[in-house]
């Protein structure tokens, strides 16, 4: 069966320093990959998703960028953490064609920006 | 483009009543229409989702929803509240020519004894 993880579960970042948040998915092979954010009290945001290695499409300009360096690995990374960083960052995946077939997420990573 | 509306950010039932969470959405084109639970803390579940053929979908848990075109609706609903059924519920849509899975803001459901 396939299984997605999320790591680190929560994370705590002064304002300016770096940030890694890993993705990795077991049991399957060629998924589509996505990464969000859910900011409290709102729906979830799509920051990025990909169909395959190095190919990665964003949805919406930030200060945050993404990475696929393996089939089934997904990175969200920055360089210089905002206060409206914060939030909960949750990565899906999925197989077939893209959005259409059911998305399953991970447990997600609490980030809290100070 | 594509949009949902949850009616309600927070709901609260009984235990033993009926669950109704509204959700319209529109679309220019027929959409995918999707229902997701997300417990404290944890990542979304898939509930039940909708692409084509019969209206009426079940989905896990007891749950189910009705694609209403003409209201541009897909509530959800159960006969009967579970505790363990608190937790926040997204809608979310995909259209066959978007390319996006856009989420409703949810709607934290309270189950009280």
């Known amino acids: 069966s396939q299984t997605i993880h999320q790591w680190p579960a929560t994370l705590v970042q002064p304002v300016g320093s770096p940030l890694s948040l890993e993705c990795t998915v077991e049991?399957?092979?060629?998924?589509?990959l996505y990464w969000y954010r859910q900011a409290a009290g709102r729906g979830l945001q799509l920051l990025f998703y990909?169909?395959?290695?190095?190919?990665i499409s964003s949805e919406v300009p930030q200060n945050l960028s993404a990475s696929r360096p393996q089939d089934r690995q997904f990175i969200l990374s920055s360089k210089k953490l905002l206060l409206s960083d914060s939030g909960f960052y949750l990565c899906?995946?999925?197989?077939?064609?893209?959005?259409?077939?059911?998305?399953?997420f991970g447990p997600g990573t609490r980030l809290t920006v100070l | 483009a594509q949009s949902v509306t949850q009616l309600g950010s927070h709901l609260s039932v009984s235990e033993g009543a009926l669950v109704l969470l509204r959700c319209n959405y529109s679309?220019?084109?027929?959409?995918?229409l999707f229902w997701y639970v997300q417990y404290p803390n944890q990542g979304l579940q898939l509930l039940l989702k909708?692409?084509?053929?019969?209206?009426l979908v079940k989905g896990i848990n007891g749950f189910e929803a009705e694609f209403k075109k003409s209201e541009t609706s897909f509530h959800l609903t159960k006969p009967s509240a579970h505790m363990s059924d608190a937790a926040e519920y997204f809608c979310?849509?995909?259209?066959?020519?978007?390319?996006?899975?856009?989420f409703g803001a949810g709607t934290i459901l309270r189950v009280k004894s």
């Open positions: 909708y692409t084509t053929g019969a209206t």
């Open positions: 049991g399957t092979s060629n998924p589509n």
């Open positions: 979310a849509v995909r259209s066959e020519y978007g390319n996006k899975l856009v």
């Open positions: 679309s220019s084109v027929p959409p995918y």
């Open positions: 990909s169909i395959g290695i190095d190919q």
């Open positions: 899906a995946w999925s197989s077939g064609q893209i959005f259409t077939d059911t998305q399953y």
